[in-house]
């Protein structure tokens, strides 16, 4: 199992870009979500799924957009990148009744 | 609305020490979670706390719950320099199951010096 990837691990982005952040899981748990990380913060969920074409919004969903096409896949999309989106972001995934959340490796973003 | 509460934010100590770093929340909840972060790395889960009086040790690491006190506490027993580390505890909320979602800590930056 290569449990939960993220792709890439770093990226930089100029304001007003667009970019796709990909997050896999091959251990068929039914949940997904993003967080993001920020000093001093913890983590803060942004958008999460509880199966194929069912997602919804967390604490800071503006500026993003998700869908859940497949159960592995749960791609997080910046529309047009903003300074305030600098970020280290986490894709995360678990049974839909368990309790064991496993996280993926992270991808650093700056926003020029 | 829930908060978590973690003190304290930085924390630096000696080897062979024992200390307790804190969480509290306001708002009732099922589930609490301590976490593990190294500098760059993701997060490892450690311990799920189920119920009131719950307590779970792994190795130096013991972490209890009260949740008539909406107390947890990780509890770091004769350091060593491997438990270094940020430590974040998260408590489950949402009324819809398999839905619910996490809601963390500001985290723990722990040093542990020689």
């Known amino acids: 199992n290569a449990g939960v990837t993220q792709t890439p691990k770093f990226q930089v982005l100029k304001t007003g870009q667009s970019m796709t952040l990909q997050c896999a899981q091959d251990?068929?748990?039914?949940?997904m979500s993003w967080y993001r990380q920020d000093p001093g913060m913890g983590l803060r969920l942004i958008h999460y799924?509880?199966?194929?074409?069912?997602?919804d919004q967390g604490e800071v969903p503006n500026g993003y957009n998700v869908s859940r096409s497949t159960t592995e896949d749960f791609p997080l999309r910046l529309l047009s990148a903003a300074p305030s989106q600098t970020s280290v972001y986490f894709c995360a995934s678990r049974l839909l009744l368990g309790d064991t959340q496993y996280f993926g490796p992270g991808t650093r973003l700056t926003v020029l | 609305e829930l908060k978590v509460e973690q003190n304290p934010l930085f924390l630096s100590m000696q080897e062979g020490k024992n200390y307790t770093i804190y969480c509290n929340y306001s708002t009732t909840s099922d589930r609490l979670y301590w976490y593990r972060q190294d500098p760059g790395k993701s997060l490892e889960s450690l311990f799920v706390?189920?119920?009131?009086?719950a307590v779970k040790q792994e190795g130096r690491l013991m972490a209890s719950l009260d949740t008539k006190a909406r107390l947890s506490t990780l509890h770091i027993t004769a350091a060593v320099h491997d438990l270094s580390a940020t430590y974040f505890c998260?408590?489950?909320?949402?009324?819809?199951?398999?839905?619910?979602?996490?809601?963390f800590g500001q985290g723990t930056r722990l040093t542990i010096n020689p």
């Open positions: 706390l189920l119920s009131n009086g």
């Open positions: 799924s509880v199966g194929a074409g069912i997602t």
């Open positions: 998260a408590l489950r909320r949402g009324q819809i199951q398999g839905a619910q979602k996490l809601v």
């Open positions: 251990m068929n748990h039914e949940y």
